[in-house]
C-alpha cells in the first residue's frame, strides 16, 4: 500500500539559508500535518491543512510557512535557519471524514525528512 | 487536549505480555485514548485507541478503567521488534484534529 512519501530525506544547510522539505500524502488523503523532533525528544506539532486551507497552527516559528497544493502535497518552507532548527521532521497525512482500516482519522506517518543546521 | 502522565522506561522479557499504564486523570467524556509508538527515528505509528470500552486489535489491547481516569496498552506476546517508545495521547476522535505528544514510555525488550 502506498504510504507517505517525503523528500529529501536528508539535507544539511548552513545557518542563515533557506530549506523546502516536501510531503505527498496517501492517495485521497486530504489532510497534512507537519511535526517538528529535535535531537532527544518527543514530535511537536507545527502546523495542519485540510483542503489546502490551514486548520490548525502550533509552535511554528515565524520564520517557517507551509502550504498545502491543489494535488494535496504539502510543502514546508523554512527561512534564516538556525542551528536549533536541526531535527527530524515528519509529515503525516489522514482522511477527515473517513475510515481507514484502524481507525477513523488515523494519521499515517512519513519517514521523515531529517534537517541538520550548520 | 487533557495531559497524560507514562512511565518513562520499562523492560519486558521476549515472548512475554507487555503492559504499559497510562494516567489521565482529566479526561473529558468525548476525549479518546490514542496509542501510538515510534521504533527508532521512524514516523510514529498509530497502535489502538479508545473511549471507555476495552478494545483489541491485531497489535494490542487496550483496557481503560471504568472513570476512564488511566488505560493500559498490552503487547500480549512481546517481540524484539516492539522495542520502541510508545505514546499514550489524549484527543478528541473528530476530523483534523492534531496529536499531542507528550515524554512516552521506552520500552525495552530483553532477549
Known amino acids: 500500500a502506498a504510504g507517505v512519501i517525503q523528500s529529501p530525506r536528508h539535507l544539511i544547510k548552513e545557518k542563515r539559508e533557506t530549506a523546502t522539505l516536501k510531503c505527498y500524502p496517501i492517495?485521497?488523503?486530504?489532510?497534512v500535518y507537519w511535526y517538528q523532533q529535535g535531537p532527544g525528544q518527543d514530535p511537536q506539532f507545527l502546523i495542519s491543512f485540510y483542503e489546502k486551507m490551514q486548520s490548525d497552527k502550533g509552535s511554528i516559528p515565524d520564520r517557517f510557512s507551509a502550504q498545502q497544493f491543489s494535488d494535496y502535497h504539502s510543502e514546508l518552507n523554512m527561512s534564516s535557519l538556525e542551528l536549533g532548527d536541526s531535527a527530524l521532521y515528519f509529515c503525516?497525512?489522514?482522511?477527515?471524514?473517513?475510515?481507514?482500516?484502524?481507525?477513523?482519522?488515523?494519521?499515517?506517518f512519513g519517514p521523515g525528512t531529517r534537517l541538520t543546521v550548520l | 487536549d487533557a495531559k497524560t502522565t507514562q512511565p518513562p522506561s520499562m523492560d519486558c522479557a521476549e515472548g512475554r505480555a507487555a503492559n504499559l499504564p497510562c494516567n489521565h486523570s482529566t479526561i473529558s467524556g468525548n476525549e479518546y485514548v490514542y496509542w501510538y509508538r515510534q521504533i527508532h527515528s521512524q514516523g510514529p505509528q498509530y497502535i489502538i485507541h479508545g473511549l471507555k470500552n476495552n478494545e483489541t486489535n491485531e497489535m494490542a489491547s487496550l483496557i481503560i478503567t471504568e472513570d476512564r481516569k488511566s488505560s493500559t496498552l498490552i503487547l500480549p506476546h512481546a517481540t524484539l521488534r516492539d522495542t520502541a517508545v510508545y505514546y499514550c495521547?489524549?484527543?478528541?476522535?473528530?476530523?483534523?484534529?492534531?496529536?499531542?505528544f507528550g515524554t512516552g514510555t521506552r520500552l525495552t525488550i530483553i532477549p
Open positions: 503525516a497525512s489522514s482522511l477527515e471524514d473517513g475510515w481507514t482500516k484502524n481507525s477513523y482519522n488515523e494519521q499515517f
Open positions: 492517495p485521497r488523503h486530504d489532510t
Open positions: 495521547i489524549v484527543r478528541l476522535n473528530f476530523g483534523n484534529e492534531k496529536l499531542t
